[in-house]
């Protein structure tokens, strides 16, 4: 049994400036063998599937694997960037000889401005190179916004079922498994797509919590069931304005159609039911400060603050509450400000006292720079290993970064491009001792409570500004259909 593996992904956020160019993508881009070694022992999709496939004793044909590079978000793929990979992948496949089977790969929130549905177009140029017999099934990310082109391209589609995104490896497994059951016959994928007509912030769509909870604990008993495959929610992304925005139902079933059908409606009623749960009201940076350093000196600390909006690194909104309501004892691992990172790094050393203005740069969602006075404890290019239950052991390579030490135990990391801190890993790297904090400003919604729940007691989500909000409606969509809830056309007052 010869099974192709490639891949093609991004979570494209439209509402960032810069267009998302093969400069993004090709340092970082992993041909043939290679997409195996990068991938070997990380609990990623691809590690999933080479391990059912070499159990099986199949042999693994390494097409391409393209994924953005670190440094944080950017808009609409170029037609020469969607293109160039695209067809890599489709002429990777014709050059592979005879093929019984294709795993792709994919994200869901990649958005293209020469295609209207990515992710749709991408299997289809791949079926170019096989034809229509040979089974191609697709895993994806949950901030997937796909409808039924891509339940038609494809003969099998299965999304993460946790966010933060543990179960990477499980989907993987769970799709070779059902590619080599077809391959040998012993099964036969029949697939449903249903969309609720729903949109919401990613920071409302943590799996472990309702509403998710309770849409995906709806899932695990429908693939309890006899012919029952898989069961998948993507609630989607909402920071790429594309036509198939919003959540979407896939039921993968062993030759029974309606069955398919049956569950992906009954599923999407349930998330329908839910609606009105995918938005609360959330703090915004000054409250969000006051409540953290209540709760420190209730001695109800370490708390940690999701910043989420920000995709670009440069908001300075929660950095200045802090340093307005004078708290203590906090770190932000990410400001990013490559005007300020390359002055640091040309004329300072460690130990040097500096005065910086830093962030509030990119558009008007940034606030305004931010000045700041201490002393550089950390100045170099981090390399480390990621230490959480995401992707534990992928290797990060960062650009250049200085850790500010503004006295007092609070810490600004001035960054070239946006980093994360998603577990400790981000702030050990540059000097910053955890254990001493009693706030952590985490520019992120949800993946950084797969490692930080166990350190932080309390997590503070904000509404902060930024291109990645939590209020909706602070975005313009051009794409969006009418009918979305809450924020399409039909529903805004
Ligand atoms: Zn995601």
Redesign the pocket.
């Known amino acids: 049994m010869r099974i192709a593996i490639a891949g093609f992904s991004d979570?494209t956020c439209t509402f960032c400036k810069d267009p998302t160019g093969v400069d993004r993508y090709e340092s970082w881009a992993l041909r043939g063998k290679a997409i195996l070694d990068e991938n070997r022992g990380i609990p990623t999709y691809i590690n999933g599937y080479m391990k059912v496939l070499e159990a099986e004793g199949a042999e693994i044909v390494p097409i391409t694997y393209a994924s953005k590079g670190p440094g944080g978000f950017s808009s609409w793929l170029t037609p020469e960037c969607f293109d160039k990979y695209s067809y890599e992948i489709r002429d990777g496949l014709k050059a592979a000889g005879k093929l019984d089977g294709v795993l792709l790969s994919l994200h869901g929130a990649m958005a293209a401005a020469s295609a209207p549905k990515p992710e749709a177009e991408i299997v289809r140029r791949a079926r170019q190179a096989v034809g229509p017999d040979v089974p191609i099934m697709v895993t994806l990310?949950?901030?997937a916004n796909e409808d039924h082109e891509l339940a038609d391209a494809a003969d099998a589609v299965f999304i993460?079922k946790t966010?933060p995104?543990v179960d990477s490896e499980e989907i993987g497994v769970i799709a070779a498994r059902c590619i080599v059951k077809t391959v040998k016959g012993k099964f036969k994928p029949t697939m449903a797509c249903v969309r609720p007509g729903i949109v919401s912030a990613s920071i409302y769509q943590a799996s472990g919590y309702h509403p998710m909870k309770d849409v995906y604990d709806r899932c695990r008993e429908w693939e309890k069931k006899p012919r029952v495959y898989c069961v998948s929610v993507a609630p989607g992304y909402a920071y790429a304005d594309v036509v198939d925005i919003g959540m979407s139902v896939f039921v993968v079933t062993d030759n029974n159609q309606e069955l398919a059908e049956k569950i992906a409606q009954d599923v999407s009623d349930l998330a329908w039911s839910l609606r009105e749960s995918f938005a609360a009201p959330l703090p915004g940076a000054e409250e969000a400060t006051r409540m953290a350093m209540e709760l420190v000196s209730q001695g109800k600390g370490p708390v940690v603050i999701a910043d989420g909006a920000d995709r670009i690194g440069d908001s300075t909104h929660t950095l200045k509450e802090l340093l307005r309501q004078g708290a203590k004892n906090w770190a932000i691992p990410c400001i990013t400000d490559a005007k300020a990172a390359t002055d640091l790094e040309k004329n300072h050393k460690v130990g040097d006292e500096v005065t910086l203005t830093i962030g509030g740069w990119y558009d008007q969602f940034s606030g305004t720079p931010a000045k700041i006075s201490g002393t550089i404890e950390y100045m170099g290019k981090p390399t480390y290993r990621l230490v959480g239950p995401m992707r534990k052991g992928a290797r990060v390579n960062e650009s250049f970064v200085a850790s500010i030490d503004l006295g007092l135990n609070r810490h600004v990391v001035v960054a070239q491009r946006m980093r994360g801190a998603n577990d400790s890993a981000g702030l050990t790297a540059v000097g910053i001792d955890y254990t001493k904090l009693d706030i952590i400003i985490l520019k992120d919604r949800v993946h950084h409570r797969a490692y930080w729940d166990s350190v932080a007691k309390v997590d503070i989500r904000t509404s902060v500004p930024g291109q990645g909000p939590a209020d909706l409606t602070t975005l313009h969509y051009d794409n969006m259909p009418a009918d979305t809830f809450p924020v399409g056309k039909k529903w805004r007052k």
Do not use: Q
Request: charged share 30%; no cysteine; aromatic share 14%.
């Open positions: 979570e990310d949950l901030h993460l966010y995104h």
